[in-house]
């Protein structure tokens, strides 16, 4: 069955990222072939062929048997980027077992994070038709998750320069200057995100001073033009930039830095430009950087020149109705009512979420002090019966006791007249005697006397 999505809690894309690209793309088709089981199974199951053709970059098999089997002795700390209010920081393993047997890849969740991922808080869909296609570095790939995870929302936040460390698994004494971390990772992350991916983004940095200090990252969904699907915008953007690499023969960082100067500018000064509706905007963007952005040309001509173009795609937008920035107004308004109830549902959604939890908190607890209570009364009980079977054993061994002493006064008294039996014989065979004796005393004396 074939995956086109992975559904991820906000709190799984912002991770510490400890672990690679490749265990990290693993890892989302590893969440995906799990999700529609999350109910009825513990223990999951997915063919390596397949896992393989989600990672073409996984050719070799022992390599992504160690992706997997790393990502359970790893401990990977979670919400590392506090732009959650009130989130909560977490750390566990990704994965708390792994095996393969016969060309399967057996696997399992931690109890903590199977709840997490059952019952997401905020959650998003990760293309892995994208993940397929990036061939990029790591950090473009976990910049790109972090701005799809608020491309309806246009902007990451801000957050501390330390929190992006982390999140992206850049250790303090790697490029501690803002200069070097800037060139070697936030500047190639931009490119592979803009070149490679279904994304357009650009940074903005708070300054304390002469220090940089915050940073957030501005998203623009490209699927927003609703010409096609975003893997196929993709395909068409990755093979645009590479023409376009070719035909101005212009390094591409230092053009997407220019073009990033003009659309700062066309921001900044063009009325034309805020009033473009998001379509045209999309496709102004585009012009101006297949045929207006090159180095050889004066910075000042390339900004000139895109506004003029603003003002042109402005005027063509106007020319189609011209009652067309009344119905683009009511159209925003109507936007951002709609916009305003859909967060008022999720608000109503989460308290009665948060209703539901508290009253299963609530049971949980009743039944918690029910089950205490019966272990009371069985202690009680089981303490009574205790001390009635102590009592009869007492009774018992004082009965057997006093049996004993009978006995033994019994056997005494037997043996006292098994020893004085030959003095009583002796004494009546001396009283028969006497008794005798007497007896012939008597007739003898009658006998004289007679």
Same mark, same amino acid.
């Given at each position: ?8 809690? $906000?709190?799984l894309i912002r991770i510490e990222h400890k672990i690679s690209l490749l265990q990290?793309?693993?890892? #989302? !088709?590893? %969440?995906? $072939?799990?999700?529609?089981? $999350?109910?009825? *199974? ?17 050719? #070799?098999?022992?390599?992504?048997e160690k992706a997997v089997n790393d990502l359970v002795n790893i401990p990977i ?8 209010? #009130? ?15 016969? =060309? ?27 993940? /397929? ?23 990451? =936040? ?22 070097? +971390? ?22 903005? +940095?708070?300054?304390? =001073?002469?220090? !940089? ?6 998203? &623009? ?6 010409? @096609?699907?975003?893997?196929? %915008? ?18 591409p960082l230092l053009k997407n830095k220019l073009f990033q100067l003009v659309l ?55 020319? !189609? ?19 305003? &109830? ?30 205490? &209570? ?8 089981? @303490? ?17 006791? /006093? ?13 006292? *007249?098994?020893? %004085? ?18 007896? /012939?005393?008597? &007739? ?7």
């Amino acid at each position: 069955m074939e995956k086109v999505n992975v559904i991820k809690d $906000f709190a799984l894309i912002r991770i510490e990222h400890k672990i690679s690209l490749l265990q990290q793309q693993v890892w #989302n !088709v590893l %969440l995906a $072939f799990a999700f529609d089981h $999350f109910d009825q *199974e513990y223990h999951y199951k997915i063919p390596i062929v397949a896992l393989q053709e989600y990672i073409p970059a996984a050719s #070799n098999r022992k390599h992504l048997e160690k992706a997997v089997n790393d990502l359970v002795n790893i401990p990977i700390g979670f919400n590392v980027l506090q732009t959650v209010v #009130n989130s909560v920081r977490e750390s566990y393993s990704l994965l708390s077992s792994a095996r393969f047997k016969e =060309g399967i890849c057996y696997y399992q969740f931690p109890k903590n994070l199977k709840q997490r991922i059952s019952d997401p808080v905020s959650c998003t869909e990760i293309n892995l038709l994208i993940q /397929k296609q990036y061939k990029g570095g790591s950090y473009g790939w976990f910049l790109y998750e972090l701005c799809y995870s608020v491309k309806e929302e246009r902007n990451t =936040g801000w957050f501390l320069l330390a929190e992006l460390r982390q999140y992206l698994g850049i250790q303090t004494e790697q490029y501690p200057l803002f200069k070097d +971390f800037n060139k070697r990772v936030i500047k190639p992350a931009l490119q592979d995100v803009n070149s490679r991916t279904d994304l357009n983004v650009s940074a903005e +940095f708070k300054r304390k =001073g002469r220090i !940089v200090t915050k940073v957030r990252f501005i998203v &623009e969904y490209c699927e927003d033009t609703g010409e @096609k699907p975003s893997h196929e %915008l993709l395909l068409e953007k990755q093979d645009n930039h590479a023409t376009q690499e070719v035909v101005t023969g212009t390094e591409p960082l230092l053009k997407n830095k220019l073009f990033q100067l003009v659309l700062d500018d066309l921001a900044l000064n063009s009325h034309s430009f805020k009033r473009l509706v998001p379509i045209n905007k999309a496709r102004l963007k585009r012009e101006i950087f297949s045929n207006y952005i090159s180095s050889r040309e004066e910075l000042s001509d390339m900004i000139s020149d895109s506004e003029e173009l603003a003002d042109s795609f402005y005027q063509q937008q106007l020319s !189609v109705n011209p009652g067309k920035m009344d119905e683009l107004q009511a159209g925003q308004e109507q936007m951002v009512l709609e916009e305003m &109830e859909e967060a008022l549902k999720n608000a109503e959604h989460r308290v009665a979420r948060e209703g539901a939890r508290k009253k299963k908190i609530d049971e949980a607890l009743a039944e918690a002090r029910r089950r205490v &209570e019966q272990r009371l009364e069985l202690e009680t009980f089981e @303490k009574r019966m205790d001390l009635k079977i102590l009592v009869e054993q007492r009774l018992e061994v004082e009965r057997r006791q /006093k049996q004993r002493n009978i006995n033994a006064l019994v056997k005494a008294g037997k043996e006292a *007249e098994q020893r %004085l039996a030959p003095e009583h014989k002796q004494i009546k065979m001396e009283m028969d005697e006497i008794r005798a004796a007497r007896r /012939k005393g008597i &007739e003898r004396l009658k006998h004289l006397l007679g």
